[in-house]
């Protein structure tokens, strides 16, 4: 049988979501890390697989796909006889989208390496401009999703199942501690993020349990 292949790196977000995802799904699969800190997702290798230059990339027997989000709803499709990321009701699958958007497209992005990369070397940004600039990023879209999660409150982010929102959540609150941004003013995600890391899909995706850990 084809061999399915995680390129990831152990801290990165968005490799994290992928591994959720396919443990959420029982899928096995392969890591292939990829060093950030190195350069290799800009090596000429990486480069020809994902013109990207970024984490992660999923080969699932030759197919190839890049975006953590695309990813997720591909396993999904592709393999739908097991748990589902997406909640077939329109309203609960639009909730669930909106959550992890909420943060693939709006939070993460500006804690991104290369953006941090950018500030430092156009703008001068030293190492405390660049740490308060992510935490600044993480707390205006958990603001928002505070009260978003307040507004509809259930066992996880968008229901009580676990669902695409929570592939995004988790590795969002494990940024924020990394980055030392205080939770206190997030109870509901504070909450929900416990709750998903009981959950082995989730424990067994955490990135001090990834072999590339260091
Ligand atoms: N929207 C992309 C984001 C991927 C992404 O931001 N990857 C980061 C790690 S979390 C990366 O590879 N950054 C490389 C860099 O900044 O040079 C996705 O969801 O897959």
Redesign the pocket.
């Given at each position: 049988m084809a061999e399915r292949v995680l390129y990831g790196?152990f801290r990165?977000?968005?490799?994290y979501?992928v591994r959720i995802a396919l443990n959420l799904k029982g899928l096995a699969y392969r890591q292939r890390p990829?060093n950030?800190l190195k350069?290799e997702?800009?090596s000429a290798e990486y480069l020809a697989l994902n013109p990207?230059?970024?984490?992660?990339l999923l080969d699932d027997g030759g197919v190839k796909i890049?975006?953590?989000?695309a990813?997720c709803e591909y396993l999904d499709d592709a393999y739908p006889d097991t748990a589902r990321l997406l909640p077939s009701d329109p309203v609960a699958r639009a909730r669930a989208r909106s959550i992890a958007l909420a943060i693939?497209?709006d939070i993460?992005?500006l804690q991104?390496?290369?953006?941090g990369?950018h500030l430092q070397a156009e703008f001068g940004v030293g190492e405390d401009g660049k740490t308060e600039w992510i935490r600044h990023w993480i707390r205006t879209g958990f603001d928002a999703l505070e009260q978003q999660l307040a507004a509809s409150p259930a066992r996880y982010a968008a229901g009580d199942e676990p669902t695409l929102a929570d592939v995004c959540l988790l590795p969002q609150v494990f940024s924020a501690r990394r980055f030392a941004v205080d939770l206190a003013p997030y109870p509901h995600i504070v909450r929900i993020a416990e709750a998903l890391d009981a959950l082995p899909a989730f424990a067994d995706a955490h990135p001090a349990k990834q072999p590339d850990a260091v």
């Open positions: 790196y990165s977000s968005a490799a979501r990829v950030l350069g997702q800009k990207h230059g970024m984490v992660p890049v975006q953590s989000l990813i693939a497209a993460h992005p991104n390496p290369r953006v990369k």
